[in-house]
């Protein structure tokens, strides 16, 4: 496992998924994801264990595909406590896409989603966007968004 340096927490292996969460990429998101849990726990019990999950914001627009990998994502036997979120854009330009109101609907909908299952999230280079939650803490250039279940507004 690489070290992230939040918390004293670690982080698993990651992919990004670039136009869908339901390709190959996510099948094998979703293994690293269930390793990270199993091993984290294995290896750094004491520890909280995040797994990456980064999507584009084609990927995060379709919330079918979106719901389909979460409801799999959240039966998980051995999950990891919570989930690095990143929306991938590979370019100035990509990142226009991040202010599309239907990327930012897909955004705040994994955020909720994962935050009512108990898991905690941290949103990275969330920039502009950390109106998503209360709880937004800066972090140097990159800023991340830290939601914890509680802060979850219904």
């Keep these: 496992m690489s070290g992230f340096a939040t918390d004293g927490a670690d982080r698993g292996p990651?992919?990004?998924l670039g136009r869908s969460f339901d390709s190959p990429e996510a099948a094998i998101a979703m293994n690293f994801v269930r390793a990270t849990g199993v091993q984290g726990k294995k290896i750094a019990p004491e520890k909280r264990i995040y797994a990456t999950l980064a999507g584009s914001g084609e990927a995060l627009i379709n919330i079918e595909e979106l719901v389909r990998f979460l409801n799999q994502l959240i039966v998980l036997e051995t999950r990891p406590d919570g989930f690095y979120v990143l929306v991938a854009a590979g370019n100035a330009e990509a990142r226009t896409d991040l202010f599309n109101a239907e990327v930012i609907a897909g955004w705040m909908f994994l955020?909720?989603?994962?935050?009512?299952k108990g898991c905690l999230v941290i949103n990275g280079f969330s920039d502009l966007l950390t109106t998503l939650s209360r709880s937004g803490r800066g972090g140097g250039w990159s800023h991340r968004l830290v939601v914890e279940?509680?802060?979850v507004l219904s």
């Excluded at 955020?111 to 009512?116: D, F, K, R, T």
């Design 14 to 16: 990651n992919i990004i």
């Design 111 to 116: 955020n909720h989603a994962l935050s009512v």
């Design 149 to 151: 279940p509680q802060d």
